[in-house]
């Protein structure tokens, strides 16, 4: 298995916090991936890094921001969190633009 | 319209059955193609690429119709531990990175 691994795996908080999920690997590989999953909807792209300190919005990235001051670690940050980023977050990560790799994923509860 | 399509599903079968499932997309200019495996409360996890030839990995086969934009996924003999849910996953390539889009998903029990 890609060395991948999501730090907290479980979190509720409240509606209005700050909240930051972190991902790390161990592969060296250049691209990361911040996805969320929710049922009815595949997994969506929030934002993803092409290398350290380049990082670019996906589909659904309203109300989150991210960083990436190391190529092993991708933080994803929920600066004021909502009841509807209660979800199940993925990382991903890829040495290509091809195949990509997930992380165990966290799961958050905003209530 | 949603970029991928899969079967709703859910697909119930005894073990030893062949199951078919199937996915459609949109963008016809997507460039690679993938079957990810995601069990209960985990991650997803890359079963197997599709090639436009088609390509076998012991008992799954996978298939590529461009004309149709169609995928197929194939599960010969099936197993109890092949109950998951099969997502069907698009690469459309960009200016700065190639974007993943995924079907809902498509659920398998096996059972005895």
């Known amino acids: 298995d890609a060395g991948i691994t999501q730090s907290p795996r479980h979190k509720v908080t409240e509606t209005g916090t700050p909240v930051t999920l972190r991902c790390h690997q161990t592969?060296?590989?250049?691209?990361m991936y911040w996805y969320r999953q929710d049922p009815g909807h595949g997994l969506r792209l929030i934002h993803y890094?092409?290398?350290?300190?380049?990082?670019d919005k996906g589909e659904v990235s309203d109300g989150y921001s991210v960083s990436r001051s190391k190529t092993e670690d991708f933080l994803l940050t929920l600066e004021s969190a909502t009841s509807s980023q209660t979800s199940v977050y993925f990382c991903?990560?890829?040495?290509?633009?091809?195949?990509?790799?997930f992380g165990p994923g966290t799961r958050l509860t905003v209530l | 319209r949603k970029e991928v399509e899969q079967d709703p599903g859910p697909f119930n079968v005894p073990e030893g059955a062949t199951v078919a499932f199937n996915c459609t997309y949109s963008?016809?200019?997507?460039?690679?193609f993938f079957w990810y495996r995601q069990d209960c409360r985990k991650e997803p996890k890359l079963l197997m690429s599709?090639?436009?030839s088609g390509n076998e990995d012991g008992r799954f086969t996978a298939q590529l119709n461009r004309a149709s934009q169609y995928i197929s996924l194939l599960i010969r003999d099936s197993k109890l531990s092949d109950s998951a849910t099969y997502l069907c996953?698009?690469?459309?390539?960009?200016?700065?990175?190639?974007?993943?889009?995924f079907g809902r998903g498509t659920q398998l029990t096996v059972w005895p």
């Open positions: 592969e060296n590989h250049r691209y």
């Open positions: 890094s092409y290398g350290v300190k380049d990082t």
């Open positions: 963008n016809s200019a997507s460039q690679s």
């Open positions: 599709v090639y436009s």
């Open positions: 991903a990560i890829s040495s290509s633009t091809d195949t990509q790799y």
């Open positions: 996953v698009v690469l459309d390539r960009g200016s700065t990175l190639g974007r993943l889009y």
